[in-house]
């Protein structure tokens, strides 16, 4: 039972993110993305890590997801872009996937990873304990990520904030 | 007497000049450096009466490596120091024939090359040493870019800094090796001539030196750099390069080279012996057939110091000597040869030999003077040429025969291409286009070229007296051995 | 600890001056703040925060002196950007904030005792470098240069990540100290070698060395120019000092095998920086190679691995910092006032710009090594703990390839004093003149006294 | 007389010619010919005086005068002194040199008379004279060698007198070049000497050899080879006499002084002082002998045909010369030196003796253009007439006896050598007379307008000639063999330099030799008469002989320049042409720009792997964590 | 609540290879796409991808460490990831203003 949970997830997720990377249309790719989201956070519940399944969905399914979504919308993507490589480089490319996955699986192939833990303890996954490590542990990381997202923040503005120069441009492009 | 003076003479006029008007650049320059000749003699005379007369330095500079300020000087060193400053001062004067722009930074440069090269041949510290022989090279290399000409300046004057620089990282490395060989990194060269290398050790080393004096110097296979360098260089640097800056190199194989790695000299040398008088016998027979004046006289002073580099490998008493006599021979003789190419070059602004033809009628002083300094490049006894010539080939005969032939070959073919330019140039039906002899200073500077060339001619014993003990010293371990 | 609040802060403060229109005040409180960081770091006053920190950063010595070097660099990137950015540009404080986060990001770097802080610090590092580098939004180079930087960067981030999972993994901890432990205790599993490699590929590609080498000229020649100039220097001490510490962290259990991969990185990239330079035509690329080659010959130091490595290092790094951000500052202006970005384009810059060539001279020089400016020791210190450790065959690999750097080198001064062409007289501010001979002062002093350099930095 | 002085006479007989040479350089340009003439003259006459003063004493004495100056080299081992040393050989030189040289110079006082480098000539001249006395004068070879070079120099200078022409500097060079080969063979002796004796003294070498027995003989064969190498580059011997005969281009007294009198028979001097080497190498003195006597009939043939009045007497002083080293080959030291003395005298006055006919003819030198001038010139004629006789061995002309000597020492060492001795005595003969005929004799063939300006040389001139020629008749006198009750007394001289030959002929015997070489001397001379005297044959005539082959090769003078530009000059050139254009150019540039140029290859193949694509980026970097990761997989 | 307990019971037995080499599968088939797409989107996503295989395997490890750190590790990636798509998205926005694609190998003028 355990098993066909975890294989048929296992399969959703590869068979959902082969299909993204493959799918000429973006906006497919993001949706197809989401179910490999959905399935992944479906192997955080199985890992007993709720919380972080919970998150993950909001996160990825609920923010970043939507800001792509946003994003093809706002660029209207959503009709199919066909900027494809040559087969060549696809077959390579796809060539250089699998000799990756085959060599990451030699390398770690030889590793014992021990049999596994006697008790699973179950509150690791939860809230509290995560809370707890995340304002004693990580401290200091919590709060230096701030100032990434103060940065990330910046840039935003940097980036697409219309300036005087931008209103010369409008102006001149509109006669 | 300090030695350190030597150094701050040149060094400090140069800042001055720097700072000093336009006008006086050219006063200030000849007189420093005819200072710091006057200098040497001094310290000559003192050191004459007591060897311990020149105190030298040595202050801690980089401790953590175990680098010193140390400089002094022995009969050996002022020797150098002296041709170096006496050099300098000719080429000084004959940047004052020519029209020069820039006056100052010229002569500022100058006298910096005159200080770095003054530091090499006082530098007791090998890597003290390095830092002057490195830096030597920067005013050359401006001197070369800014007042050089010729139609591939450029790419000459970098291809003449790229070959030395290789050969001098090269010597770094062995240099750095054999200052951390000991217990504690000591780069003095007391400490390094003690070091007991073995021989593999000893051959990579010396490999390493020799590739950056070949260079320097330069020896046959190495010599590519030379010829368009000394060509297309101002006479001033062409007398500074030929001059004093091959003779850095051969100092260097005396002072360093051979106390370091006695056994490689001894052992291996015969192949670099080979390879410098080769480059004799192939420097000749290249200048037999060449046009372009100037560049006829790089190939001859070639010839000249590869044959000084093969007598200082003999590691004989005779050969060590010999060379020292040749090399103030030599300092003088491309001196003299390469300003007699530039007055030429006044009179009818080519160095084509073949554009010139019977100048001695109007100008028999010149002729006779550019004759003495001709006679004493080749050789000819009572010149300077001769003496070291004959030693030098003496100990190289004694070394190896063919070495000694090869050698030879130069004294004869010599003779050939010196003479067929002074016919073609001086003799002759005459049709030059101007009718007076040279003057003013020119004609003092040749006259005193070709006093020198005589005198050293006749009383060389001094020069051997003055190096006899630093020769001792330096033969005494590989003799021990 | 308290560097990092201090930094953080003036970066804070800086954004708020911008917002509050009083861009003035950006400048000065930032260089105030570095001074006093410095101040701060060189007397050690860092303040206890162990209890907060539970071993997430550790300011021992190792982590001071390289911050310090990175806040010193800083400093004259900054000056430099004073100058190279107009007053009136848009965003102004929004750059010099982000600057100083990636200086923050950079400290916690070297600090970093956690392989969380290693990826955290990494991305404080980076993101405000992408921004940065695409933030002459007008400029098609300026974005090409970002989305190369971006997306090759969070490539990178991707095994980085992956590494340092592979050691959770192996030791189920991200604290140094306790991997280490348990390391002693259940000996080395593929896991770890496996994520160590993946760490050391994103070091690899952070450092813009071969075989991930490619993002760096690119955006060394889109982005700005004072952009290059920091990813260049400072960013490149940060980067050194966290593989430092790495290289230290596993350095009980490199063997054979480490040494044999850092040599091939380090030949190739040697050998790759100098050579493709030979060709190059545009200033900005060739320092950007130079660079390249530069940090193959500071790899050298990581091979034999003493007590004075990370002095070597900083020297080595301090010296060529100066001098390329003398150089890139020198081709900013050059650039903006007369549009000329070409090394032929510099031809007879020294008839009218007396001052800009010959530090311009002394810049080249010194990437050369030619004694006794700094750059000669930077290369000297690494060639003698080469020798030292018996690396004889790599020195000459290294100084035969530093003989090619030195051509490019030179056919930039050679062509500064060509007299078939000249550039009309560049107007410079005093600020500007006083930068130039400070840096040529350094340039020289760090040479000139590399002893008493080492004594602060060791 | 005192010591001290006696210590001083040698330096200042020394210095008397450099101050001469010296003071033209300070103030040459402003004296007049006459004192410029008079001056330099009067220094080698002193000089000579002085040699004359010394000679008594050292014949007196019987030691020689050693005069330390100062110390020329002296590092470890390696010590040169710069000492003077005149014992009776060198005193005899010293005679011959400042006497002749005086004679020269006075002569010349009236030959250049009207030339625009007069006062340059005379400053040469002395400058030749101070250089041959440090030859002769010098105690080590080193010194000696100094000398040599030195005259080679002077020589180069005269012959080169007049610049302006091309071909006289040619051959000037030639000379100058021509002796370098012979001094380089003579340095290399002089290295094989150190490394033997360990000193360049004549007198440590000479005790060491001589008491030394166990010295390989091979090594002093190889001396005595290059001694002898280098002797014939100065003394114009085969291989190296071509210089000699181009060296006619400088102004005759120069050919009388320098390549007649003294500075060829340097070689000679050379092996005579060093004769204890030689007499310990069988091989080498064959090797001379062979030399020597080819030599000698090889230029007498040449100078058969040869028509500049100059150049015959070059020949026959070729000729000459390579009697002396047959002597020297022979082992009759003392016969090749009293040779080199008379031969002095008599080709100098024939010399000299042409010189005054051809400034008597302004300038001509063909003898085809002469004759019949005994008429016009008769004490000239007469002077050389006595130097024909002397050369051609009559008795009882100087000539006579020197011969005599060679010729009884070939004849001891076998009989087939001294008819070839005599062979090349009657081509002598034969050319000498000729010359002699087609100049003096017959009728006058020179235009009328030159004829008419036919005058004799002025007294200045003649003086010289009637010393020179009393000596080519009394000059025998020297050396009277035991056959005419004569006491060998210059061989009595210098038998301490030179040990004396006791071995002796029969006096039948001698008279027999002299008997047939007197009958063939005098046949040949009828010979010549008839040819030129009765017949009037005169080679631009004689065109059938001048088809013959052997004629045109003796007029060619066997094409030996041709065969040395053939063989030697022409491929030196090309050769460095060739190493200019290809190994300099190709290779060695090659290689070192070369390896620039592969660098810049390289970069612009590198560089396109930085082709600008983002993707192609991306794929670079996965393959290179690809490639790591493998090369881990397979290291562990 | 119990048989949620229960339901751990049996998923215990999932061994942990599966889960590691799940990731590098997923991790292979991120990079695959990024490197075969020229869509910056698709990147953008195949990043993300990325990213989140490796919180998997940190969450699979911590559980199987019993060690809470790992999923505090992956707030910490979630941001980091969340911080980079602000900024790449903006990135693309703007450069999609200047030349109007994401293609990006349309920008490839630096280059040699």
């Known amino acids: 039972m355990t098993e066909v949970l975890f294989y048929s997830l296992a ?154 120069k931008d209103e010369i441009d409008i102006k001149n492009n509109h006669g | 007497m300090n030695i350190l003076f030597i150094l701050l003479i040149p060094f400090l006029s140069a800042l001055i000049i720097l700072l000093a008007s336009f006008k006086l650049s050219q006063k200030l320059a000849i007189l420093s450096s005819a200072a710091s000749v006057v200098v040497i003699g001094f310290m000559l005379a003192l050191f004459g009466q007591n060897t311990a007369a020149i105190s030298s330095i040595d202050l801690p500079w980089i401790a953590s490596m175990g680098v010193h300020f140390h400089i002094g000087a022995d009969g050996m060193s002022l020797l150098m120091i002296l041709i170096c400053n006496v050099v300098a001062l000719i080429s000084m004067y004959v940047s004052l024939g020519d029209q020069i722009h820039n006056p100052k930074q010229y002569f500022a440069l100058i006298l910096f090359m005159q200080t770095f090269m003054n530091g090499v041949f006082v530098a007791q510290d090998l890597f003290l040493y390095y830092i002057f022989w490195e830096l030597a090279l920067i005013p050359a290399y401006f001197l070369l870019l800014i007042w050089g000409k010729g139609e591939k300046l450029r790419p000459a004057t970098i291809k003449f800094f790229l070959f030395t620089l290789l050969g001098s990282l090269l010597m770094l490395i062995a240099i750095v090796w054999l200052g951390n060989a000991g217990t504690t990194s000591d780069y003095s060269l007391s400490a390094i001539s003690g070091l007991t290398i073995d021989t593999e050790t000893q051959l990579m080393i010396f490999g390493a030196f020799m590739v950056a004096y070949g260079i320097k110097t330069p020896i046959f296979p190495l010599h590519s750099w030379q010829a368009d360098t000394y060509t297309f260089a101002p006479a001033p640097v062409t007398i500074l390069l030929s001059g004093v800056m091959s003779k850095m190199a051969l100092y260097t194989i005396i002072r360093f080279v051979i106390p370091v790695v006695p056994e490689a000299v001894a052992e291996y040398g015969i192949y670099f012996m080979y390879a410098a008088t080769f480059g004799v016998l192939y420097a000749s027979i290249i200048a037999l057939t060449q046009k372009d004046f100037k560049r006829m006289l790089a190939y001859i002073s070639m010839a000249h110091v590869g044959l000084i580099f093969a007598g200082i490998l003999t590691y004989s008493q005779a050969g060590l000597s010999g060379s020292m006599v040749q090399m103030v021979a030599h300092a003088i003789n491309s001196a003299g040869l390469f300003f007699i190419a530039n007055l030429l070059f006044k009179i009818k602004n080519t160095h084509d030999i073949q554009a010139f033809g019977g100048l001695r009628q109007y100008m028999p002083i010149f002729a006779g003077l550019y004759m003495v300094t001709m006679f004493g490049s080749i050789g000819v006894p009572i010149t300077n040429g001769f003496i070291g010539e004959f030693m030098i080939l003496t100990s190289l005969y004694q070394y190896d025969v063919i070495v000694a032939l090869l050698a030879g070959s130069g004294v004869i073919l010599g003779a050939v291409y010196m003479l067929r330019s002074y016919k073609t140039i001086m003799l002759g039906p005459d049709h030059s286009t101007i009718q007076t002899d040279i003057i003013g200073t020119d004609k003092y500077l040749l006259y005193s070229i070709a006093f020198v060339i005589l005198f050293t001619g006749i009383f060389p014993a001094w020069i051997g007296q003055l190096c006899e003990t630093s020769i001792q010293n330096i033969l005494q371990p590989y003799l021990q051995k | 600890m308290n560097v990092i609040i201090l930094l953080a802060i003036t970066g804070i403060f800086s954004m708020f001056s911008g917002i509050f229109k009083q861009k003035m005040l950006a400048l000065p409180v930032i260089l105030l703040a570095f001074i006093s960081a410095l101040v701060l770091l060189s007397l050690g006053y860092l303040g206890d925060f162990t209890a907060l920190t539970n071993n997430m950063v550790l300011f021992d010595a190792h982590a001071i002196k390289f911050s310090m070097v990175i806040v010193f660099l800083s400093i004259f990137v900054f000056i430099m950007g004073q100058y190279y950015y107009s007053e009136d540009i848009e965003h102004l404080t929004d750059i010099f904030a982000l600057f100083v986060f990636s200086i923050v990001g950079g400290i916690l770097l070297v600090s970093f005792q956690n392989l969380t802080m290693l990826f955290l610090g990494t991305e404080i590092l980076s993101i405000p470098l992408y921004i940065l580098a695409a933030s002459n939004r007008r400029s098609l180079a300026s974005n090409e240069a970002g989305l190369k930087y971006y997306l090759m960067g969070s490539f990178a981030t991707c095994f980085l990540l992956l590494g340092i999972t592979l050691i959770y993994g192996a030791h189920g901890s991200f604290d140094l100290d306790i991997i280490t432990a348990s390391i002693t205790a259940k000996g080395l599993s593929s896991l770890f070698i496996t994520g160590v490699i993946l760490i050391l590929c994103a070091f690899i590609f952070k450092l813009s060395a071969v075989p991930f080498h490619f993002w760096a000229p690119d955006v060394y020649h889109g982005a700005p120019t004072v952009l290059t100039a920091f990813v260049s220097t400072v960013v490149k001490v940060a980067v050194f000092g966290a593989l430092l510490k790495f290289m230290l962290f596993i350095g009980d259990h490199q063997g054979e095998k480490w040494t044999i991969l850092f040599m091939l990185v380090i030949i190739a990239t040697m050998i790759f920086g100098n050579i493709v330079s030979v060709r190059q035509t545009n200033f900005k690329r060739l320092l950007a190679y130079s660079g390249i080659a530069n940090v193959g010959f500071v790899l050298i130091a990581l091979l034999a691995i003493n007590d004075l490595t990370s002095s070597y290092i900083l020297y080595n790094l301090l010296a060529y910092g100066i001098a390329s951000i003398l150089a890139f500052s020198i081709y900013a202006t050059i650039k903006t006032n007369t549009g000329i970005d070409t090394i032929e384009g510099l031809a007879g810059l020294m008839a009218n710009n007396k001052l800009l060539s010959i530090s311009l001279i002394f810049a080249m020089f010194s990437f050369a090594g030619i004694p006794p400016l700094a750059g000669f020791f930077g290369k000297y210190f690494i060639i003698v703990n080469a020798v030292n450790s018996g690396y004889i065959w790599l020195s000459i690999i290294a100084v035969v390839s530093s003989v090619i750097a030195a051509y490019n080198y030179l056919r930039v001064s050679a062509i500064l004093v060509s007299h078939n062409s000249e550039i009309a007289v560049i107007p410079m501010s005093t600020l500007y003149r006083i930068f130039l001979v400070a840096c040529i002062i350094c340039i020289v002093v760090i040479g000139i006294l590399p002893d008493h350099v080492l004594g602060i930095l060791g | 007389m005192s010591s001290d002085i006696l210590h001083n006479l040698p330096v200042v007989a020394l210095l008397l010619p450099l101050i001469g040479f010296l003071g033209y350089l300070w103030y040459g340009r402003w004296l007049s010919e006459k004192q410029a003439g008079t001056l330099a003259s009067s220094w080698v006459v002193v000089s000579f005086i002085l040699s004359v003063v010394l000679f008594f004493e050292v014949s007196t004495t019987g030691t020689a005068v050693q005069i330390h100056l100062f110390d020329w080299i002296n590092t470890g081992k390696f010590h040169v002194p710069f000492a003077l040393q005149v014992d009776q050989l060198s005193v005899i030189m010293m005679l011959l040199i400042t006497g002749v040289g005086s004679l020269i110079h006075i002569y010349s006082i009236g030959y250049m008379h009207g030339d625009a480098g007069f006062n340059r000539f005379f400053s040469y001249l002395n400058l030749f004279i101070f250089f041959m006395l440090v030859l002769v004068m010098a105690n080590n070879y080193v010194l000696m060698f100094a000398g040599w070079e030195g005259v080679g120099l002077c020589s180069y200078l005269l012959i080169g007198f007049w610049y302006k022409n091309h071909d006289y ?243 001891i060492k076998s009989p087939l050598l001294w008819v070839m001795a005599l062979i090349s005595g009657l081509l002598t003969v034969f050319y000498m007379l000729r010359l002699y005929f087609l100049v003096f004799q017959g009728k006058e063939r020179m235009e009328t307008k030159v004829a008419s300006q036919i005058h004799e040389s002025p007294m200045v001139m003649l003086l010289p000639l009637f010393v020179l020629a009393i000596l080519s008749v009394f000059g025998g006198l020297m050396n009277i063999p035991e056959l005419f009750h004569g006491t060998k007394w210059l061989e009595h001289f210098i038998s301490p330099i030179v040990s004396m030959s006791d071995v002796h002929l029969e006096h039948s015997t001698e008279w027999m030799l002299l008997g047939i070489s007197l009958v063939s001397i005098l046949a040949v001379g009828y010979i010549a008469y008839h040819k030129y005297v009765r017949l009037f044959m005169i080679p631009e005539l004689d065109v059938q002989t001048a088809q013959m082959p052997l004629a045109r090769l003796l007029k060619e003078k066997f094409y030996v320049d041709e065969l040395y530009n053939a063989i030697i000059v022409k491929p030196l050139f090309s050769i460095s042409k060739m190493v200019m254009s290809f190994f300099e150019e190709k290779v060695i540039h090659q290689i070192t720009n070369g390896s620039g140029q592969l660098t810049l290859f390289l970069s612009g193949a590198i560089r396109k792997t930085q082709n600008g694509f983002i993707s192609y980026y991306l794929f670079a970097m996965a393959l290179g964590v690809l490639g790591i990761l493998t090369i881990f997989i397979i290291l562990s | 609540m119990n048989n949620m307990a229960g339901l751990q019971d049996q998923l215990r037995l999932v061994p942990l290879e599966h889960y590691v080499f799940l990731c590098i599968v997923l991790f292979c088939i991120g990079m695959t796409g990024v490197l075969l797409r020229r869509n910056l989107i698709n990147v953008f996503l195949s990043i993300e991808l990325m990213l989140n295989s490796v919180n998997l395997l940190a969450v699979a490890f911590s559980v199987y460490h019993n060690d809470p750190n790992g999923q505090a590790f992956v707030f910490f990636v979630m941001v980091v990831a969340a911080a980079e798509v602000a900024v790449g998205l903006a990135m693309l926005v703007m450069i999609y203003r200047n030349v109007r694609t994401v293609d990006i190998n349309a920008l490839n003028q630096l280059k040699w």
């Not at chain 1, 970043?64 to 919308?73: C, K, Q, R, S, T």
């Not at chain 1, 809370?131 to 503005?157: N, R």
């Not at chain 4, 019949?372 to 008769?378: D, E, F, P």
Request: hydrophobic residues 55%.
């Open chain 4, 169 to 411: 500097n040619t051959a000037a060079n030639k000379a100058f070049i021509m002796n370098r080969i012979g001094d380089l063979c003579l340095l290399f002796g002089l290295f094989m000497i150190f490394s033997q004796f360990g000193s360049f003294e004549y007198a440590d070498i000479n005790l060491q050899a001589s008491n030394n027995v166990a010295i390989n003989t091979t090594v002093i064969t190889g001396i005595t080879l290059l001694l002898f190498a280098g002797a014939t580059g100065k003394s114009a011997q085969l291989p190296l006499y071509t210089w000699l005969p181009d060296a006619m281009a400088g102004p005759t007294p120069v050919s009388a002084l320098i390549h007649a009198a003294t500075m060829v028979t340097a070689g000679i001097y050379l092996i005579i002082r060093s004769n204890v080497l030689f007499i310990m190498a069988p091989f080498t003195n064959d090797i001379i002998m062979i030399v020597g006597l080819t030599t000698a009939i090889f230029a007498g043939l040449i100078a058969f045909k040869q028509n500049d009045i100059k150049k015959v007497l070059a020949y026959s002083t070729v000729s000459q010369l390579g009697l002396m080293f047959f002597a020297l080959g022979l082992g009759a030291y003392g016969a090749a030196f009293f040779h080199l003395l008379t031969h002095a005298f008599f080709k100098a006055l024939l010399f000299l003796g042409a010189g005054s006919v051809i400034h008597g003819l302004n300038g001509e030198q063909d003898i085809r253009n002469m004759g019949g001038l005994k008429k016009y010139m008769k004490s000239t004629h007469i002077v050389f007439l006595i130097g024909v006789l002397a050369i051609i061995a009559l008795p009882p002309f100087a000539g006579f006896f020197s011969k005599d000597n060679i010729l009884t020492a070939a004849f």
């Open chain 1, 11 to 164: 399969a959703i997720s590869i068979i959902s993110s082969i299909l993204m990377i493959f799918h000429k249309n973006a906006m497919y790719s993001v949706l197809y993305l989401l179910i490999c989201f959905f399935s992944v956070a479906g192997l955080f519940v199985m890992l007993n890590a709720q919380f972080l399944a919970v998150v993950h969905v909001i996160v990825y399914a609920g923010a970043i997801m939507v800001l792509f979504l946003y994003v093809i919308m706002f660029l209207n993507m959503s009709t199919p872009i066909t900027i494809r490589k040559s087969k060549l480089v696809m077959g390579i490319a796809v060539f250089t996937g699998l000799l990756l996955c085959f060599v990451l699986t030699t390398a770690l192939w030889s590793t014992d990873f021990g049999s596994n833990p006697a008790i699973v303890d179950q509150n690791i996954g939860l809230a509290s304990t995560l809370g707890k490590v995340l304002f004693k542990e990580f401290l200091i990381p919590f709060e230096v990520s701030s100032v990434l997202f103060l940065s990330a923040m910046v840039g935003i503005v940097i980036f697409n904030k219309k300036d005087v």
